[in-house]
Structure formats: C-alpha cells, structure tokens
C-alpha cells in the first residue's frame, strides 16, 4: 500500500503533524516512482512511448488527488498515534486509523496499472542490445513487487511490528538505474578514446597515402589538401576556389568516378571519387583520386596506332579484293554468276545438261534464268541443234498450233509450228505462268508423249517462271498435272540480295567490261563503293546492277569508280519498292532511265539500243509496246 514509507517517529506528538508528515511521504513516493517510469520508458522508446504516457497519466491523476485531499488522503480526524516498543526497546510512534475510500481506489489502480507497466517494459525489452539493461528493469519490477507486497501484509496486520520496506526497494531501484548511468559512461569513454585512436590513425592515413586528396566546402573553396597534393601542388591552393586548380574532364556514370584535368601548363589527369559529408553546421566534400597522365598519354598513342592500323587494313583489304576479283574473273569469264554462286551453278548445268527431263528454272526477275538455260544448251549434245527462247504471254491462245515465222518472211516460213523448228533442239519457255490453259494442255501432252517409246517430236524442254507455280495451282491457274512434270528436276536462282558476297566480283566484271565498251581507261573499286553496293537490296537484281555500274562509269571521272548520286537512287527506289512493280512496269521503267542516261539516242554509239544490248528495231518494238515516247515519262 501507500504506506510504504517510513512513518515511524521516535517521539509523540499530535496526529494533525503525522498526518501531514504522512501527505508529504506519499506525494514524495509518488515522485519517485514516476521516476523509475521515466528511467524505464529511456531504456525502451522504441516500444514504451505509450504505455508511459497512460502509467504517466494515471500518476499525475492520483498526484493530484493527494494534493486535493491533502492530509486527509490516507486517514480521516478519527486517526490516533500508537506506540511501538522494538529495536533495543526504543519507542517508535505511528499513525493508525481507518483508510478512506480515495486512498483504497487509488492504491488498486496505481498498484495494478504498474504492474502491468513494468511487465509490458520488459517483455518489449530488446535483449540482444542491451542484457544489463533488461536485467535491471526484471530487478525494479521484482523490487517493486517484493516491497509492495510486505507493506501491505503489514497493513493488514499478518506481519506486526516492523518496519514498511517499499521506500528502500525505491532507493535500490534508482542506485540501478545509477548502476546503468555510470556503465555508460564508462563505455562512452571507453568509445571515445577508441575513436580519438581510430580518428588520429585515419588522419595520418590520409596524410601519408600516396592519393591526391583535396578537401573543399559548399562554396568549392579548397579547405584541405594531404602531403601528396601538397608535394604536387603546394600549399597555397588552400582557399582558393577548386575551379582555379581542376576542370572535369570526363564522368564515368557506370563507376560514379570523375576524370579531372589540371589547368597548369602541364596538365595531369586525375580519376577520382568525390564523397561528400553533411553535418549540422556545413557541407564538406573530398576529392579522392589517383594520377592517370601516362595513362592517357598511352590511350593516345594507342589510338592514333589503332587509326593508322586501321587505315593501312582498309587499304590492304581495298587490295586484297580487287586481287580476289582478278583472280574469280580469269577462272569465271560468265558475267552473271561470278563469285562463290558460279562453281556450284556451273557444277549443276554439266550433270544435267543431256538429261531429256524438263528443267524448270525458278528465280525472281533479272536473277539471271535465261542465262542458265543458255548454259544447259551450250554445255549439252543439243547445242548445234536449233534453239528457240520463247515468251509466253496470256493474249496468245497457242504457240504450238501458230505458224512459226521466226527471221523469215511469210512466204518462207512454210507452214512450220514452233514444235517443227526446233525439234531434235531445244526450247525454252520463259514465264511459263503466263501460258494459256490451251497450251498447258498441249505441253502436259507433249512431255507425256516424252515418256513414251514413239516420239512425235524429240524437244529439250527448258521452263523458267518468276512464280511461285505450287502456289498457283492451289489457286486454281496452273494446272496440277503439269506443274508435277515439271517439277521433277528445278533449280533455283537466288536474288542479288542472297548473293552480297558476290557483288565484289560481279562489280569488277562490269566495270571491266563497261570501261572496254566505251573505251574508258581501267577503274578502280574501292572498299566504300562495294560496301555501298552491298548496303542495298536490289530488287531489280542484275539487271538493276549493271545499269547503276554502267551509269557510274560513264559519270566516274579520275581512276576510281565513284557512285554519284548511288545513295540518292538507293532511297528514292526504297520509296518507290514500299509498292512492288510487275515485270513490265519495271521494265519500262529501266528503258526510260537508259534512254535518259543516252539523251534518247536510240541508235548509233552510246545510243539507248547500245547500253541495253539489243538491236534498234528491238528497242522500238518495245518502246512501241510499252507506250514510251519522249513527252511521256513514267
């Protein structure tokens, strides 16, 4: 109970002074134990904030009442003085009477509000940081328990004639809690000379490392320097401002280091981190870094090596092509199928070249198909029997029952189809998709009579389609039967775009050939034109490649080959290729870009007729077909 103080007197007197002596002892205990509330809620903030504000509360609540009831908190008037004899017969006095009720209620809620207190401080108590700390606050609550719990057997008379021993179990609480004070004194003295040490010894490290350290303020004045930057700089950059002495030279974002370059005549570069210390009265920041000058010296050197070596490659590469290009070109006289393309090509036409199968033959436009069909007939046992090239087209219903005029006049064309004239030869029907249902019928029929031991006719068929046949005959446009007999043996010719490696030798062919034509002098190809070359996707194939070499040597003056104007082509046809030409669109197209290229001469030396290799009635003919005239361009 309340009455855990010692209120035992060694003289009598009237019961109005005990009982204030008595408000005095008990306001006095109530001090103290919100003490030891504090003392306990500083060892555990991080869990006891609240718990302290309600014990807090409740003390101050109960405080406050004692002082409201003053000394009639404990015992009313009726209260009366007994005397004890004990301690070597000494007298001892102390007030006796009946509690009031306010002293009871208060007593239950500040006795069991500190229990719990007390428990829930030390069960929040984190151990692993502090163990003495934890043991004293288990020691308070045991003190507090022990000391509460005897007082109140003597209050209610189990044990007689002894003294109220809670007001110790205070003072050994409060001694504990003292115990803590100085232990942590002791230890932050002990933390201090450590850190004095440990300052002392990272002082003199950064005196003696051999590492530029430069310390400056917020306002990038230089406050500090260590001996290896006084060596190099001297002491009196100290106040300057840190711009007079570094330039940032480069920022590494992947490492967070700075390159920095002195702006002294000789000039040094330094990497270095920059570590920057907040505290409450400024803004401190450090340049720590190393010396990398012969470094850098050697990162020139190395990179002015780097471009001559590279330099010197691309020159003994520009060599080593042409070389290349040489060489292919006297082994590989073909004009079309120079390069690494050639040998298997070539390989492939003399096994087949005597087989009486079909060929079909299957590239995209300009690839190249009628000149391999010329390689089967010239490499074959047909090649002095006739050989006719024909193209087949929708308007006409049928080429094998039409008279075949050929060179000759109507009248000596003596009534002979086209099966008559190159029977025991060879035939070669271009863009086959374009054949007639009429005359697929007449062809499936006469490969069929192929298969049989009474020839009517002993033909060498050679078919070439810029068409996906399989696909057409899904779509109903081909017929089924037919496409089966001439894909028995294919081959297919790759796009200019599928052959970039070849583009090097077929340049040099052209070229050579272009210069001698029109009699210009020998040209060089360099490595940029053949990698401008290869840059574009030719959709036009070989074709499109020798009208934009012929057009290039005839502009390229000196010795080299120069793509005037190549990389202006190149986007303006990218353009043009988001929509896909149909053979005749691009073939028209082709002819208008030579007769531009030759002014329109359409025959004669440098004509039109000249550059594409064909006769002047051909080039009519066709400029005729496809509706070109000089007033109409495309």
């Avoid at 408000?23 to 919100?34: A, D, G, K």
């Avoid at 904030?49 to 309600?54: A, L, M, Q, S």
């Avoid at 002293?103 to 500190?114: A, E, K, P, Q, R």
């Avoid at 840059?535 to 074709?543: A, E, F, R, T, V």
Wanted: glycine share 4%; hydrophobic share 40%.
């Amino acid at each position: 109970m309340f009455i855990l103080t010692s209120t035992f007197m060694h003289q009598e007197g009237d019961v109005d002074r005990y009982r204030n002596l008595f408000f005095v002892v008990v306001l006095t205990y109530m001090l103290l134990m919100e003490a030891i509330f504090f003392l306990i809620y500083f060892l555990n903030k991080r869990k006891g904030k609240k718990p302290f504000f309600i014990i807090t509360i409740i003390t101050a609540v109960i405080i406050l009442i004692i002082l409201v009831q003053n000394k009639g908190f404990v015992y009313g008037a009726d209260a009366n003085i007994v005397k004890y004899t004990f301690f070597s017969n000494e007298n001892y006095y102390i007030i006796s009477g009946v509690v009031s009720k306010w002293y009871s209620y208060s007593t239950l809620v500040f006795y069991g509000s500190s229990i719990i207190y007390f428990i829930w401080m030390v069960i929040g108590s984190d151990v692993r940081k502090s163990t003495f700390r934890y043991q004293i606050q288990l020691y308070v609550i045991i003190l507090f328990l022990i000391g509460n719990f005897y007082d109140v057997l003597i209050d209610i008379e189990i044990i007689k004639n002894s003294v109220y021993i809670s007001e110790y179990t205070i003072i050994l609480s409060i001694l504990l809690f003292n115990l803590d004070l100085i232990n942590d004194i002791y230890k932050g003295n002990k933390d201090r000379e450590k850190f004095i040490i440990l300052s002392q010894n990272f002082n003199k490290l950064i005196q003696e490392i051999r590492l530029y350290v430069i310390g400056f303020d917020e306002y990038k004045n230089i406050n500090f320097i260590n001996k290896y930057a006084t060596e190099v700089f001297g002491k009196g950059i100290v106040k300057k401002q840190l711009s007079s002495l570094l330039t940032i030279e480069s920022e590494d974002t992947t490492s967070d280091l700075t390159i920095f370059h002195t702006n002294d005549r000789l000039k040094k570069y330094i990497k270095s981190s920059i570590i920057t210390l907040n505290t409450q009265d400024n803004v401190q920041s450090y340049i720590i870094g190393y010396d990398i000058t012969e470094r850098k010296k050697e990162q020139k050197k190395l990179k002015s090596t780097l471009l001559e070596l590279h330099k010197l490659t691309e020159e003994l590469e520009q060599e080593n092509t042409i070389l290349k290009v040489a060489s292919r070109n006297n082994n590989k006289p073909n004009e079309l199928f120079v390069g690494s393309f050639a040998s298997s090509i070539e390989e492939e036409v003399k096994r087949i070249a005597n087989y009486k199968s079909t060929v079909l033959i299957e590239g995209a436009n300009g690839t190249g198909k009628k000149y391999v069909a010329d390689l089967i007939i010239q490499a074959s046992n047909r090649v002095n029997k006739p050989s006719v090239v024909y193209n087949c087209h929708q308007s006409i219903k049928s080429i094998f029952q039409t008279q075949y005029y050929g060179n000759s006049s109507h009248k000596q064309a003596n009534d002979r189809s086209i099966l008559n004239v190159v029977n025991n030869g060879s035939l070669i029907l271009s863009d086959i998709e374009n054949m007639s249902e009429t005359d697929q019928e007449l062809l499936l029929s006469l490969l069929k009579d192929n298969d049989s031991e009474s020839l009517k006719y002993d033909i060498r068929f050679i078919i070439t389609t810029t068409k996906d046949l399989k696909q057409l005959v899904r779509e109903g446009s081909f017929n089924m039967e037919l496409y089966q007999y001439l894909s028995i043996y294919s081959i297919h010719i790759p796009e200019l775009k599928n052959r970039l490696s070849d583009i090097p030798y077929l340049t040099a062919t052209f070229v050579a050939q272009f210069c001698e034509r029109h009699n210009i002098h020998k040209l060089s190809i360099s490595v940029a034109s053949i990698k401008k070359l290869q840059s574009y996707n030719w959709p036009g194939n070989i074709k499109e490649f020798r009208y934009i070499l012929q057009k290039a040597v005839l502009a390229s003056k000196g010795k080299t080959l120069k793509l005037t104007g190549f990389e202006e082509y190149k986007k303006e046809q990218e353009k043009k290729n988001s929509t896909i030409l149909t053979l005749e669109e691009f073939e028209r197209k082709y002819i208008l870009d030579i007769l531009d290229l030759s002014k329109w001469k359409v025959s004669g030396k440098n004509s039109a007729s000249e550059y594409l290799g064909i006769n002047e009635a051909t080039l009519r003919s066709k400029m005729k077909k496809l509706s070109i005239a000089k007033n109409k361009k495309m």
